[in-house]
């Protein structure tokens, strides 16, 4: 038989204190971790220093008043008997016991005053033996403390998102990655010596700066530095990373449970990261948007170097020519600036963009609420966190053929209302269900998984090019908001284990019914200007919510601005590098898509067929998804249609 153990904790700090916590890997585990290092003991009891002469049973049978819990009488964990130990111990004999230890034969009184603990508390240290909680007496009327840390944590996100983002798109990636990364660590490294609950949620604020920021930015790099044909396979594989980590964190906390020793594992490790300052390129588009050309056409060669591919020389001698004449002259475009009322200025934009947000709150909140829910069910909750990492895999799979072929909107709602019912009818189930109850928030936690990762694609390309930025940035802003929010609910659990799953489960398929009104964008080309985002989904019609899998458009995608097939384009007759958008349409035989980079299309120049172009039309690639990036009135690329 285990032996209880136990540590005492006075009001003041403790002494030993020393560190803490953490991209898709480092985002997963800076929010997460904070959940095991805030662990609270099962059992806990005042303090009583005047009684520590005695054994510990005895202790706290004589200070410790019980109560009624459960239908079970157990020893109170936020009250002691408010009496002048000195004296009672004083007006009482002791006899020895068989052991030849001294024992009073003073018994507790009903009639003895009851007084809130005022000098800390003990801890059974058994199965969690480190954590915030018990360094800092987060407890009884405290014990709402750990939460609004994590409340904290969430609070820094939309102020980060605004300013990396400026950063991002007037700096650069790398920049701006390295400065979120170091801004991070920092944080880190202040939550570790921290001394009080109040210094510590600071720094998790801090933390808090740099989240989703450190996860997007090199999503964006990457996006950016590939072909439209595997933006697919990364969105998929940068989730999947981020549920792997999920995993492996849980093996982490697992295997240590002091959280200042977890905090220098979940921290130190990232200091590595660094090192990709020497390998990571800046994004050749954001260059090319910047109109630094020639930095662009350096990682363009070195890339194809890379790669093994000759780099087509019609590229480059076009990028020199135009290198060349940026050295002579500069010109700037004038280019319509639009802002966030633009979105509610017609009546279809304006309700598209209620819809959207709504579902991205209810999504985004729902998502984040079950992950951080997911210790408190189940036996053990180790194992618990990481099932609820593993479900997640399979249901990315499933979503990304479901995609591809049901479209977006019906995937997305369909997940959303099933993960909801999912989570509501855990109230039907006995409280002694504990494996059923984790079932239903397993199946739960899969569908909003996979509506998580439908909801970027779906709202980046119900929004127009022209305010894409802005609407995805306002939505995800909104949504945001309910990160704040949600510790409060999962907080409800403490009570009734039930309660924060029933109310996500309502949110959830709120959020989903509202995703049956907007339009399908799967084989639809998307809208460029406001004017075609009003036009589109303009003639919607509640027979529309029941056509599950679209027929593919007569029209092609419109094509981006990201023109880089121009610069490989065998007509003689441009003289620049041109970077809009176009807004002609053309007829196909059936969807495919023709985004060519310049190593395809140098290989197509040298022997393969190259795709004809028209004098009348302008050679740009195509913008097939979210995944092309907007950009503002000077042509800066934004890291808002990100975050």
């Known amino acids: ?28 585990i800076c ?25 510990l049973e005895q202790r706290k049978y004589l200070s410790i008043p019980k109560e009624l819990e459960n239908d079970e009488l157990v020893y109170s964990k936020c009250y002691t008997y408010g009496v002048n130990w000195t004296q009672l111990l004083e007006s009482v004999d002791n006899i020895v016991d068989s052991a030849g230890n001294d024992v009073t034969t003073l018994e507790p009184n009903s009639s003895w005053p009851l007084i809130k603990c005022s000098q800390g508390w003990e801890y059974n240290t058994t199965s969690v033996w480190s954590s915030i909680v018990i360094d800092f007496d987060l407890v009884c009327d405290q014990d709402i403390y750990p939460t609004i840390g994590l409340a904290a944590l969430n609070t820094g ?6 300013l990396f983002g400026l950063l991002n798109d007037r700096a650069g990636r790398r920049l701006s990655y390295f400065t979120c990364l170091a801004t991070l660590l920092a944080g880190s490294l202040i939550t570790s010596l921290s001394t009080d609950f109040w210094t510590w949620a ?16 090199p999503f964006i790099i990457s996006l950016e530095l590939v072909g439209e044909k595997y933006r697919s396979f990364v969105t998929v594989m ?9 995993m492996l964190l849980s093996l982490v906390t697992y295997l240590e449970r002091d959280w200042v020793r977890l905090s220098y594992y979940t921290s130190i490790p990232f200091y590595f990261y660094f090192l990709y300052i020497f390998i990571m390129p800046e994004s050749p588009r954001w260059l090319l948007m910047r109109g630094r050309l020639e930095e662009a056409l350096k ?22 020519a135009q290198i060349k004449r940026d050295k002579l002259k500069k010109q700037k475009k004038k280019v319509a600036n639009v802002g966030l009322m633009d979105l509610c200025r017609t009546p279809n934009m304006r309700l598209k963009t209620i819809l959207i947000t709504l579902s991205w709150f209810a999504n985004e909140t729902v998502y984040l609420g079950l992950s951080y829910y997911g210790p408190s069910l189940g036996t053990n909750q180790y194992v618990s966190f990481f099932l609820s990492a593993v479900v997640e895999l399979p249901s990315y799979l499933c979503c990304w053929y479901f995609m591809d072929t049901w479209g977006r909107r019906w995937p997305l709602s369909l997940s959303m209302i099933l993960g909801g019912a999912a989570c509501i009818i855990t109230v039907m189930l006995p409280d002694d269900a504990i494996d059923e109850t984790l079932i239903l928030y397993l199946i739960s936690k899969a569908l909003l998984s996979a509506s998580f990762l ?39 659990g403490k009570d009734n284990l039930k309660l924060p799953l029933v109310i996500m489960g309502f949110v959830s398929m709120l959020g989903g019914m509202t995703g049956l009104r907007l339009p399908e964008t799967l084989h639809h080309r998307l809208p460029q200007t406001i004017e ?51 807004d002609s349409r053309r007829q196909r035989q059936q969807p495919h898509s023709d985004e060519s980079t310049p190593l395809e299309l140098g290989a197509s120049g040298s022997g393969g067929v190259g795709r004809p172009h028209r004098s009348s039309m302008k050679r740009l690639v195509r913008q097939m998804s979210v995944m092309d990036t907007q950009r503002t009135h000077d042509g800066t690329m934004q890291l808002t249609h990100w975050i």
Not at 9 to 23: F, G, I, K, T, V
């Open 1 to 28: 038989m285990n032996t209880m153990s136990y540590r005492s904790c006075d009001n003041e700090a403790s002494p030993r204190l020393s560190n803490q916590s953490m991209r898709p890997s480092i985002w997963t």
């Open 31 to 55: 929010c997460q971790s904070l959940l095991f290092m805030a662990d609270t003991p099962d059992d806990y009891w005042c303090r009583v220093p005047d009684l520590f002469h005695m054994d």
């Open 157 to 162: 996100g939309p102020v980060g998102v605004y």
């Open 202 to 217: 600071g720094s998790r604020v801090v933390v808090g700066l740099t989240i989703p920021a450190v996860y997007q930015i």
């Open 238 to 246: 940068t989730c999947t990373f981020y549920t792997s980590s999920i």
């Open 299 to 320: 990682i363009l060669e070195r890339m194809a170097r890379v790669n093994g591919r000759q780099f087509p020389e019609a590229v480059h001698s076009k990028l020199e």
């Open 454 to 492: 439908i909801i970027y694609p779906f709202a980046g390309e119900l929004y127009p090019t022209q305010v894409r930025g802005i609407g995805i940035g306002a939505s995800s802003y909104i949504g945001g908001l309910g990160l704040i929010v949600i510790p409060f609910v999962t907080y409800l």
């Open 532 to 582: 075609e985002g009003e036009e589109f989904g303009k003639n919607w019609q509640f027979k529309d919510c029941f056509r599950c899998k679209p027929q593919p458009d007569a029209l092609s995608p419109p094509s981006s601005y990201e023109n880089l097939d121009v610069l490989g384009g065998s007509s003689n007759t441009a003289s620049e590098v041109e970077l809009e958008l176009r």
